[in-house]
């Protein structure tokens, strides 16, 4: 089932799936449209991202699936502020009382609930659940949660405020670099779109991410949709066991990159 072919929010139960333990420390916690990951760490639990506010409880059964308690979660971080990846955040902060943290850029739009969130503009929610945010980040901060700390890339094309987070883990008995680029979607940079959905110089900052995301060393690569990546396909394999890690792919992550500087190419010559 490919992503245009997912029920959406009206029907959040058809969008379950169950957890995938990319690595002893890393799940893939999030439904068959939006992505949501958790890290384990030594002092609790990280979670990438809360999906929509109607499949919270999607998020939270997978999380128990992956045999932890949500309310070990204790940062909540972004990848940037459309309704698809922080919907849930408000019901999630009230839950496990974690820190919020999310792109600085991004802040107003989430707070306000304004126009950028996409809510009603491109899937016709009749709202946004609005929700502080308590740590606003800037690039090259660092999250540090007991023994994990996470890098923080402020990548924005997308939206102002879109990050890209690396952090290392153990992968087949060696310290891997894990990346997720959190703006991949080049729709709000066409012109269809770009007034309502885009900010002034997002096509200048977007060439920009680009270029730099070319420069980051990533060996396992997560994506904001699981299609991105082809989620679904590699926890397939991985349920067989057998060495590399098939979310191991370094290739890939350089040519999605090349790939989104194609289509984004394209937009531009219109």
């Known amino acids: 089932m490919t992503d245009e072919e997912t029920p959406g929010w009206k029907e959040p139960w058809k969008l379950w799936t169950p957890p995938i333990a990319i690595t002893d420390r890393l799940y893939y916690v999030g439904n068959r449209n939006v992505s949501a990951y958790l890290i384990r760490t030594s002092e609790g639990l990280i979670l990438i991202d809360t999906t929509f506010a109607q499949t919270a409880y999607l998020l939270t059964e997978s999380i ?105 883990t153990p992968v087949d008995g060696a310290p891997r670099l894990v990346g997720l680029f959190g703006g991949p979607g080049v729709w709000t940079l066409t012109d269809e779109h770009r007034d309502a959905q885009g900010y002034p110089g997002n096509r200048d900052d977007f060439a920009r991410t680009l270029a730099y995301l070319k420069t980051l060393d990533v060996e396992l690569w997560l994506a904001a949709h699981p299609g991105q990546n082809d989620t679904f396909t590699k926890a397939a394999r991985l349920t067989k066991g057998k060495p590399p890690n098939p979310f191991l792919d370094p290739d890939g992550w350089q040519q999605f990159i090349e790939g989104l500087e194609r289509h984004f190419r394209q937009i531009l010559r219109g």
């Open 64 to 168: 128990r699936a992956a045999d932890a308690d949500p309310a070990d979660v204790k940062i909540i971080l972004h990848c940037h502020g459309h309704v698809d990846h922080c919907g849930a955040t408000r019901r999630m902060k009230e839950l496990t009382g974690a820190a919020v943290t999310m792109g600085e850029r991004d802040v107003e739009t989430v707070e306000k609930g304004t126009p950028l969130t996409c809510a009603q503009y491109f899937y016709g929610m009749p709202d946004f659940e609005t929700f502080n945010v308590d740590r606003p980040l800037r690039h090259m901060d660092t999250v540090e949660l007991g023994d994990v700390a996470i890098r923080c890339h402020h990548t924005p094309g997308h939206t102002p405020g879109t990050m890209t987070y690396t952090f290392e």
